[in-house]
């Protein structure tokens, strides 16, 4: 049983940065597949950031260069989010999935979610 839990969103001006965290509680010892999604009102979900065991990553186009995903032994997974636009305005979720190889970014593929924390980005 895989469980997740989201911090660290808030409210920023443009070009600030905020750190988001993701406490995983699972079998360690496994392959997962770990990525943030982000979802905003009226909008479908989108994949931001993956990352696997061996530390492969993967990331939308448009946050390439500003945000970074990173994780530590115990599959806990961190988003490092440098010069936010407004744009970046969304309820950020993590996502966990055993399995090995390049993380995808489709959501689909992802059984274990947390329930997201909000990030607002103003300008």
């Known amino acids: 049983q895989v469980q997740l839990v989201e911090s660290g969103g808030g409210s920023v001006q443009a070009g600030g940065s905020l750190r988001l965290s993701c406490m995983f509680s699972g079998n360690v010892h496994w392959n997962y597949w770990m990525a943030w999604f982000r979802q905003a009102p009226g909008e479908q979900r989108e994949g931001v950031a993956g990352i696997n065991s061996d530390g492969t990553t993967t990331y939308l186009d448009s946050v390439k260069g500003r945000f970074t995903i990173s994780k530590d032994i115990e599959n806990n997974v961190f988003l490092q989010m440098d010069n936010l636009k407004p744009e970046d305005t969304a309820t950020y979720l993590c996502?966990?999935?055993?399995?090995?190889?390049?993380?995808?970014?489709?959501?689909?593929?992802?059984?274990?979610w947390g329930r997201g924390t909000q990030v607002t980005v103003s300008s």
């Open positions: 996502a966990a999935q055993r399995g090995g190889g390049p993380p995808s970014l489709a959501d689909k593929w992802y059984d274990y």
